[in-house]
C-alpha cells in the first residue's frame, strides 16, 4: 500500500512537507517517484529517488525549492516543498518503480503501475 499525506493550502511562498509511507510488497528496495497532477492536466513527473544509491532527480521547475528524502526504517520519502508558486497546486502522487535502476538521471518514462489516492495541495497567491 501507499499513503501520501501533508497537503493543504498554503500561501504563495509558504512550505509543506508531504509523506509517502509504503507497507507490503513495497520494501524499501523500490525506487519511488514524486508526481503532481494539475486541475485537467496529466501527471507530471516532480522528483524521484533511488533508495539504492540515494541517487535523486528534481523536475526544473522545482529545483532548488523542494527537496526528496527517504526514511528507509519508516519506508517513508518525504517532499519538502519551500517557496511554493500558484502552479504548484494539485493533488500529489507518489509511486514505486517497479524497475531496478541505475542513478537518477531524470524521472522514468514507465514503471509506475501503483499509485496512492494523493494528496491536494492548494497554493493561494
Known amino acids: 500500500q501507499l499513503v501520501e499525506s501533508g497537503g493543504g493550502l498554503v500561501l504563495a511562498g509558504g512550505s509543506l512537507r508531504l509523506s509517502c509511507t509504503a507497507s507490503g510488497f513495497i520494501t524499501d528496495d523500490f525506487a519511488i517517484g514524486w508526481f503532481r497532477q494539475a486541475p485537467g492536466k496529466g501527471r507530471e513527473g516532480v522528483s524521484y529517488?533511488?533508495?539504492?544509491?540515494?541517487?535523486?532527480y528534481y523536475a526544473d521547475s522545482v529545483k532548488g525549492r523542494f527537496t526528496i528524502s527517504s526514511d528507509n526504517a519508516k519506508n517513508t520519502v518525504y517532499l519538502q516543498m519551500n517557496a511554493l508558486k500558484p502552479e504548484a497546486a494539485g493533488v500529489y502522487f507518489c509511486a514505486p518503480d517497479a524497475f531496478r535502476r541505475g542513478p537518477a538521471r531524470t524521472m522514468p518514462r514507465y514503471g509506475f503501475e501503483y499509485w496512492g489516492r494523493g494528496t491536494q495541495v492548494a497554493v493561494s497567491a
Open positions: 529517488i533511488n533508495r539504492h544509491d540515494d541517487s535523486i
